[in-house]
């Protein structure tokens, strides 16, 4: 009862949250900036909060946690790699990215692609179509994977079925972002970082209390010197050295991936990107912490027969009820944060991007539209979750996701370099998917590796084909 009177209370301020940023919006409702961007009001704190909170989700929490109780302290390296990556990604692109939509437009990331290359208006709707189209198909597939994860650690903490659990929480999305849009999940996934920030602090300050950290390394290290001592990067990769790869992931993750990057086109116009960037480095530092959980559980407990319930078991074991469930709603509110921002992103690819594609103009109608498509695509998601089998989804996910990283690094990343033609964009799009989903399902190459190998096809396509179609000249602008 205790925990449904906090997740009660929770949802009530989630929902107020919404009920604040629709009135924000309001006056830029009819042009649809207002609720895909935000009204381009978001600043420095909140920018900050939203992206560090959707880059780390519950994965800080409970795969992070679960990775290390099964690999090691390898999984505790590469978690160190997000926050400096996610940082740089933002220090170095958003200004960039804001001000090339400022001047060519772009509510959203497929519209700012087709918007920032050289060709004619139905040519950069074919690539607004083809973003647009594989934004839906591969987050749909991704937002399985997270509303499952969210119903299986809700259902424990509620004591229902994990298909209820799940509703009642997607409810909770859907009636805020309906409200307010991107604000509201920008706003509430602010909230939801400060409570991971919490809960990190928390979780850490009780393992040392309880085994000094050097004494835990050295402890875990006698039970099993491949922990402490890896020989290989599994799970990121069998080579000594692939962990380092997470880095560049997590950099291209930022940049490209549309339920990330489009919060770099809703900045405000002076906002202060360094100052965003320092508020966001020792946020990532202090979630960093977390993955420590999994080497204690080991060193605690060593046969756990699943290492995903490293987290729930600590809590449980070795923390108040109170404070327990208070850090359980911070997980679930965190996965929570990732999946508004897909669903989002996901609404917007139907609302904003198929329909100018098909349609060659926006609706009148853009604010009633826009709030049907979050209800509708949060109901797609949840019949997704119900109907799709057990078994591949994992692939699938590493598949659309690393799809969509290699899909858009060349006509993102590259744009800095040069700006190519509609024709070269599409080419380097499709070069990136084909090559990411070969590596993945033919190759055997690593979630990690094949969107960036992936993503350098692309480029390369992108850096070539842009110089001989610009006649050898860097950039020309029409």
Not at 141 to 166: H, K, N
């Amino acid at each position: 009862m205790l925990n449904w009177i906090i997740l009660f209370i929770a949802s009530i301020i989630l929902i107020a949250v919404g009920f604040w940023s629709q009135t924000k919006i309001k006056k830029d409702a009819n042009k649809g900036e207002g609720f895909l961007l935000g009204a381009k009001s978001i600043g420095p704190f909140i920018g900050a909060g939203t992206l560090m909170a959707t880059g780390y989700s519950g994965w800080g929490f409970i795969g992070s946690a679960g990775t290390t109780y099964a690999y090691g302290a390898i999984e505790i390296f590469a978690n160190f790699f997000f926050a400096p990556a996610i940082t740089f990604g933002t220090l170095f692109f958003a200004n960039f990215m804001r001000s090339r939509a400022l001047e060519s437009g772009g509510l959203t990331v497929p519209e700012y692609i087709a918007t920032t290359q050289r060709g004619t208006s139905k040519q950069k709707r074919i690539i607004q179509g083809i973003g647009g189209i594989a934004t839906f198909i591969f987050l749909s597939v991704f937002i399985i994977g997270q509303i499952r994860a969210v119903g299986l650690v809700a259902s424990e903490w509620l004591g229902v079925s994990s298909e209820t659990a799940a509703v009642i929480l997607m409810i909770v999305i859907v009636i805020f972002t309906v409200q307010g849009g991107l604000l509201a999940v920008a706003v509430t996934d602010t909230i939801m970082c400060m409570g991971m920030l919490v809960a990190s602090v928390i979780v850490y300050t009780t393992i040392v209390r309880d085994t000094p950290m050097l004494e835990l390394i050295a402890k875990v290290g006698e039970m099993n010197p491949s922990f402490t001592n890896p020989e290989t990067s599994v799970p990121y990769g069998v080579g000594k050295y692939n962990v380092f790869l997470v880095f560049i992931y997590a950099f291209l993750f930022t940049t490209t991936l549309p339920y990330m990057s489009v919060r770099f086109l809703s900045f405000k116009k002076d906002i202060n990107v360094p100052l965003m960037a320092l508020i966001m480095a020792p946020i990532g530092i202090i979630l960093s912490f977390v993955p420590f959980v999994g080497l204690f559980m080991y060193y605690k407990n060593p046969t756990l027969s699943n290492p995903d319930s490293a987290m729930p078991v600590f809590l449980n074991t070795y923390l108040h009820p109170a404070v327990g469930g208070m850090i359980t709603l911070f997980i679930l509110f965190a996965m929570l944060s990732t999946i508004s921002s897909i669903l989002q992103a996901l609404a917007s690819s139907l609302s904003h991007d198929i329909w100018v594609s098909l349609l060659n103009k926006d609706s009148k109608y853009n604010n009633i539209i826009n709030r049907v498509t979050v209800v509708f695509t949060g109901i797609w998601g949840l019949t997704l979750t119900f109907l799709a089998p057990q078994g591949m989804l994992n692939q699938i996910a590493y598949i659309g996701t690393g799809g969509l990283i290699a899909m858009f690094v060349g006509p993102i990343m590259m744009r800095t370099i040069i700006k190519a033609n509609a024709t070269t964009c599409i080419a380097s799009m499709l070069t990136g998917l084909l090559t990411s989903t070969i590596f993945i399902l033919y190759l055997n190459v690593g979630w990690v590796e094949a969107p960036i190998l992936a993503g350098l096809c692309g480029s390369v396509v992108y850096i070539v084909m842009g110089f001989i179609t610009n006649g050898m000249k860097r950039d020309i602008v029409l």
